[in-house]
């Protein structure tokens, strides 16, 4: 009974923490919008820097594969039925709706949402953080917000870029291995490119973004006063953030589903 009593407890404070700093994001976020948060420049362009730029070809990679994948498996077993040009239908759909979105998010959650708990883990270690509490200086607007922004503003355009290179690679296998004409393969992924499906991938990867940034800015944040703890901390986030990414997709799926889209 009082394991079970200390576990309860634990997830108690757990909770009541994530909450808390959840709501100190979001007013963060407030009072930028309302243009009362200053953040200097190269705070800026060193968030962006890191979220976009640099994660171009690692996402392109891995989702071109993705795409190669997807295009391979389907259409062996389209062909079954003598219908394997609809493998073009079948990648564009699943790489806009969704797949784009949840590679791209699973590579920025290994890289940047590890970086991000690393980084602010360590200035933990080192009372850093400690410092800037006692200049008075908000550890959320100075450390959070600008990769919360970064993260939500670059994780839709890596999105289209995601989807873009999934389809490219679907198209490889298509047309080199497979055969189908090349206008052919054109004409059936852009009758699948709905807008609906379009819209729905961009904001799945925008959620993805701000999950990871807040996971990341978390565990960084909360982490403890010796070397083995920002191990934990880099591990936690990249964990968290899968977990709360599929959490998320399944949720969003139940919603789009239950209103039509």
């Given at each position: 009974m009082e394991s079970v009593g200390a576990w309860g407890l634990g997830a108690y404070a757990a909770v009541r923490r994530g909450l808390e700093f959840i709501a100190g994001v979001f007013a963060s976020v407030a009072r930028?919008?309302?243009?009362?948060?200053?953040?200097?420049?190269?705070?800026?362009?060193?968030?962006?820097?890191?979220?976009?730029?640099?994660a171009v070809l690692i996402v392109s990679l891995i989702s071109f594969l993705i795409g190669l994948i997807l295009a391979f498996v389907g259409a062996a077993q389209l062909k079954l039925f003598g219908?394997?040009?609809?493998?073009?239908?079948?990648v564009a759909i699943a790489a806009i709706r969704i797949m784009g979105a949840m590679m791209t998010g699973i590579i920025?959650?290994?890289?940047?949402?590890a970086a991000y708990a690393a980084t602010i883990g360590t200035m933990q270690v080192n009372e850093e953080l400690?410092?800037?509490?006692?200049?008075?200086?908000?550890?959320?607007?100075?450390?959070?917000?600008?990769?919360?922004?970064?993260?939500?503003?670059?994780?839709?355009?890596?999105?289209?870029l995601a989807d873009f290179m999934?389809?490219?690679?679907?198209?490889?296998?298509?047309?080199?291995?497979?055969?189908?004409p090349v206008a052919e393969y054109y004409s059936y992924t852009v009758q699948a490119l709905g807008i609906q499906n379009f819209a729905v991938g961009i904001f799945h990867g925008w959620v993805y973004g701000i999950i990871i940034?807040?996971?990341?800015?978390?565990?960084?944040?909360?982490?403890?006063?010796?070397?083995?703890?920002?191990?934990?901390?880099?591990?936690?986030?990249?964990?968290?953030?899968?977990?709360?990414?599929?959490?998320?997709?399944?949720?969003l799926t139940f919603l789009f589903e239950v209103i039509g889209i």
């Open positions: 930028f919008v309302r243009g009362g948060v200053f953040i200097r420049r190269a705070d800026w362009w060193a968030a962006f820097d890191a979220v976009g730029p640099r219908a394997h040009v609809y493998v073009a239908s079948l920025m959650a290994g890289r940047t949402g400690d410092a800037l509490r006692v200049m008075g200086i908000s550890v959320t607007d100075f450390l959070v917000l600008p990769r919360l922004v970064a993260m939500a503003i670059c994780m839709p355009i890596l999105t289209m999934a389809i490219l690679g679907g198209a490889a296998v298509g047309c080199g291995m497979f055969h189908i940034a807040l996971c990341g800015c978390y565990y960084g944040i909360h982490c403890g006063r010796d070397a083995g703890s920002v191990g934990r901390a880099t591990t936690n986030a990249v964990v968290y953030s899968i977990v709360w990414m599929v959490a998320a997709t399944g949720f």
